[in-house]
């Protein structure tokens, strides 16, 4: 064992020098010998004892891709991959990418997030959080890493904007000029349920059970595979209960459907319907009629604002709609939930002063 000793601009550095079984191990550098010499000593024990872990000398993009390719695949969706990919690689690797691993520290991630606040949203940054911390935990548990840095970093809460919607009158007149369309049973399910679009074409006819009026969210069609797959979360696995006059509707679609498909919503082949065709047809209905132009997913959203309209209970939208935490719920219709305790202290001011007064 010894103490290496280096004398740079800013005055002498030493770090521990330890030979084990013809092989070197080095620790870190220090501003006093005394900090060397301690972690040489516990640098000599651990590897006694075999619980030293040697870092893996490689740069955060061989780390991000290495992951992405091995093990990632087993734990995402492609999608999902993809999107950690390209934000990490436009954001990230610009900055930390040919840096070695083990040298990156928690407080320089914390300025990148904090500086990119000004040109990113919040979600766009958490996704790259995630990202770093599941790379950085993989190679602490392959003890290639002693410290996952991501641990002192802290993740940023998401910043939701307000929902476009449509108005009641809005949503009933769309229906009502998307009728003689293939495809309005996929905006009608999105509407009176609040499915997202691959969980819309991903239903199945045996996802309904009619005689107990119970709709099961159980998979969704993916578009990029062309497959049916898992959903997004596991709470996205749900029931939903209909009601009669939506039972009518299903029913009625089944006995129309022009071809024997197990797809509730299919196109003129019996096959899965392309996204880009429901936009175009969402875009010449808007345009035709004019309503205001919104995106499909805002339809889930216009679903959830109706039900929060109507004073229905924030637990039950939130399973309803298949968010893990209903704290999401509350967070993305802030703006409706606010008017809701709004009128609830009017009602209760009403209800209490008139005993008081």
């Known amino acids: 064992m010894a103490i290496q000793e280096i004398i740079g601009k800013k005055g002498k550095k030493f770090r521990a020098n330890v030979y084990w079984k013809g092989e070197r191990f080095l620790g870190k550098f220090r501003s006093s010998k005394k900090q060397a010499e301690s972690d040489e000593r516990r640098i000599y024990v651990q590897l006694e004892d075999g619980t030293y872990v040697k870092e893996k000398v490689i740069t955060l993009d061989e780390a991000v891709q290495e992951f992405f390719k091995y093990i990632a695949p087993n734990q995402m969706k492609a999608i999902t991959i993809k999107v950690y990919l390209d934000s990490y690689n436009l954001h990230v690797s610009p900055v930390f ?136 979360t596991a709470n996205s696995n749900r029931k939903i209960y209909l009601s009669e006059n939506q039972l009518i509707v299903l029913k009625t679609h089944k006995q129309n459907q022009r071809v024997d498909t197990d797809l509730v919503c299919a196109n003129s082949l019996g096959g899965f319907f392309m996204a880009r ?56 219709y802030q703006h409706v939930t606010k008017q809701i305790h709004e009128e609830s202290s009017k009602r209760f001011d009403k209800f209490f002063s008139s005993h008081t007064s």
């Open 277 to 332: 065709n429901i936009r175009r047809v969402m875009s010449e209905v808007c345009r035709k009629n004019g309503i205001k132009r919104i995106t499909f997913h805002q339809l889930r959203h216009t679903h959830a604002t109706f039900f929060l309209s109507m004073k229905e209970s924030p637990k039950v939208i939130s399973e309803r709609l298949g968010h893990a935490d209903i704290k999401t719920t509350l967070s993305i």
């Open 97 to 232: 990418g040919k840096r070695k691993l083990n040298s990156i520290k928690p407080l320089e991630i914390q300025k990148l997030w904090n500086r990119k606040q000004s040109s990113l949203a919040n979600s766009t940054i958490i996704k790259m959080h995630t990202c770093l911390n599941q790379v950085f935990g993989y190679y602490v548990e392959m003890d290639y890493l002693k410290e996952n840095p991501m641990k002192k970093v802290r993740r940023l809460s998401p910043n939701y904007k307000e929902a476009e919607i449509w108005s009641r009158e809005e949503a009933i007149l769309f229906l009502e000029k998307v009728e003689p369309y293939q495809s309005y049973i996929v905006f009608w399910l999105a509407l009176n349920f609040g499915l997202r679009y691959g969980e819309c074409t991903g239903l199945l006819w045996n996802d309904i059970d009619f005689e107990n009026k119970v709709m099961h969210i159980q998979r969704a069609y993916h578009e990029n595979t062309s497959s049916l797959g898992s959903l997004k």
